[in-house]
């Protein structure tokens, strides 16, 4: 292990060369900005910024891209380790049974997610699934000139041509290698059918976030009126004659907010439940399926025999019991299980309410 000045002159080096880099990113900004007609009206501001701007620049080169690279690198090695296991026969029984154990447990915390996957299944999926497949193929094309790219030593000098670029010249450099192996009508019809798929998400969550809106008005509205026969003539007893006019406001928006809040939980319950039942009934048809081929249930004849309807139902049932003890929350470790599931929720939801 480094000891502790060797630690302190790396950092010194790293620090250096970002230091180095900002002074390059920055005399380019304000290069362009003074010798580029299109940004004459902006050159005074760009020039005022370029400080900020060549920041931002280092770290996305320093920081941002490896760090993507990184993970990209990671994905590849844990998928390399992770295919043998959900492919072939596996694909069919056992990856689908797990799927259902962990909707049948887990599903109800995630609404928009399941609602989404709902919604693809019955209106985009062959699209959805022969984009990504697509997409897939020329990712796997762009990469694998990438590899042979990073080998390339055209001037016969000994070093690497990738490693006698800077950062902007080797960025160009890739996305040339990239647009040259790629098909881009491959890619154009894939992102069509990725933008129509994710509509017809879109539209579905709108539909449901609506329903839950609708329904709470309405019982704001039959909660009101008990609330203003009952409550506010209480409450105006309470305070000053002066404030007396914001009583019924104050009232009306408190019913509309506790009355969205059943609408979202009822919601939220039945959601819960039909990721039960689904799940449940994943559960029992493929983990049957899975102990057929495994040999564990070899009379087993499913045309006779109830055990699936009854694993089903059974695991439906605990599911949706966990789902009620656990108050439809995570927590450790099943938060940084479910990580990205949780974050696909979110954007969801910020999609939904906010496009």
Known sequence: MPSSPQLKSVEKMAGQNAVDLKKKRQEMIVGVAKNTPALAKAEKHLVQYAPVIAQACVFMELTVFPTMMLGFQKGQQGWKILKPHVTGKNM???VPCLCGLALCFFG???PLVIASVEAFRLVGLE???????????????????????EDADE?????KDVLEMNPAQLV??????????VDPDKVSQAFVALNCGLLAVLANLKMGFARAVTLGTTLGDAL?????????PFITELIPPETHKWVPAVADWLCKVVAIFIAMSLQTLISGFHSAIRGGRM????????GQRMGYLKDFD???????????????GLGFLFQLYMAFSLTFPFNLLFLPVSICEGVLGTLVMWI
């Open 92 to 94: 069919e029984d056992l």
């Open 127 to 149: 699209g959805m699934k022969s984009a990504i497949c697509a997409l897939w193929g020329e990712g796997e094309k762009a990469l694998e000139a990438h590899k042979k790219d």
């Open 172 to 181: 160009a450099h890739k996305a040339y290698i990239v647009l040259k192996v």
């Open 108 to 110: 109800g915390m995630f």
């Open 302 to 316: 499913p045309n006779k025999s109830q055990l699936d309807e009854m694993v089903g139902y059974g695991c439906a």
């Open 283 to 290: 559960v029992g048809l493929y983990g049957v399926k899975y």
């Open 224 to 232: 009101k009126k008990q609330v203003s026969k009952y409550v506010v």
């Open 155 to 159: 001037n016969d000098n000994g070093i």
